[in-house]
Nanobody, 115 residues
Framework: QVQLVESGGGLVQPGGSPRLSCVASGFAFSTSVMRWYRQAPGKERVLVAG????????SYADSVKGRFTISRDNAKNTVYLQMNSLKSDDTAVYYCNAESRSNYWGQGTQVTVSS
């Protein structure tokens, strides 16, 4: 059974630096491309960051470049999203995605940036 379980979200003050985690199981995590998406209220889900299976290649949306860092630990089947200098525009539900034999999604974790 495939599972992607995100955690680390919550209410964060502007300028805060939370780290999201996504623990994967049930598929070949180490050979999968992993991505983080987000969906703000009333908007479409958009790609935030991606990381190759060996972590040699990362990519970011322009809106988060220089503030967010995606990383992974294949020994722990976990992908991370370190978010720095958060702004109100970063408020969204953040989803973990795995590109394996199929495309898998987590249930999402809410990040709300507010003072």
């Amino acid at each position: 059974q495939v599972q992607l379980v995100e955690s680390g979200g919550g209410l964060v003050q502007p300028g805060g630096s939370p780290r999201l985690s996504c623990v994967a199981s049930g598929f070949a995590f180490s050979t999968s491309v992993m991505r983080w998406y987000r969906q703000a209220p009333g908007k479409e889900r958009v790609l935030v960051a991606g990381i190759s299976s060996g972590a040699g290649t990362t990519s970011y949306a322009d809106s988060v470049k220089g503030r967010f860092t995606i990383s992974r630990d294949n020994a722990k089947n976990t992908v991370y999203l370190q978010m720095n200098s958060l702004k109100s525009d970063d408020t969204a539900v953040y989803y973990c995605n795995a590109e394996s034999r199929s495309n898998y999604w987590g249930q999402g974790t809410q990040v709300t940036v507010s003072s």
